[in-house]
């Protein structure tokens, strides 16, 4: 059985910076893109970023670029998003997938099962 788990979400300021990890089991890891989604209260999820199977390809949200790092340890079957310059638009709840293209890219992705999601809560 596939399990996603977030975790490092919480309460910081504007400017501020937080690192989420997910960590999985149950999944041939390194052989899957893995992306992560955020969702505001009374919006959609929406895409954050992503990253290919094999670390190479990143894709990020143009509402992030530059601010946020996609990153994996396939020894530890763990994805990261690395969360700098924080605003309080970054404010949602975080969710990690898997991509079974290994591409990562969310505009030809194919995804998985989703974590439970953990709270980013950012005061201006």
């Known amino acids: 059985q596939v399990q996603l788990v977030e975790s490092g979400g919480g309460l910081v300021q504007a400017g501020d910076s937080l690192r989420l990890s997910c960590a999985t089991s149950?999944?041939?890891?390194?052989?899957?893109?893995l992306d992560w989604f955020r969702q505001a209260p009374g919006k959609e999820r929406e895409f954050v970023a992503g990253?290919?199977?094999?670390?190479?390809?990143?894709y990020y949200a143009d509402s992030v670029k530059g601010r946020f790092t996609i990153s994996r340890d396939n020894a530890k079957n763990t994805v990261y998003l690395q969360m700098n310059s924080l605003k309080p638009e970054d404010t949602a709840v975080y969710y990690c997938?898997?991509?079974?293209?290994?591409?990562?890219?969310?505009?030809?992705?194919?995804?998985?099962?989703w974590g439970q999601g953990t709270q980013v809560t950012v005061s201006s």
């Open positions: 997938t898997y991509d079974r293209t290994g591409w990562g890219n969310p505009r030809a992705a194919d995804f998985g099962s």
């Open positions: 149950g999944l041939s890891f390194s052989r899957y893109g």
């Open positions: 990253i290919s199977d094999n670390g190479y390809s990143t």
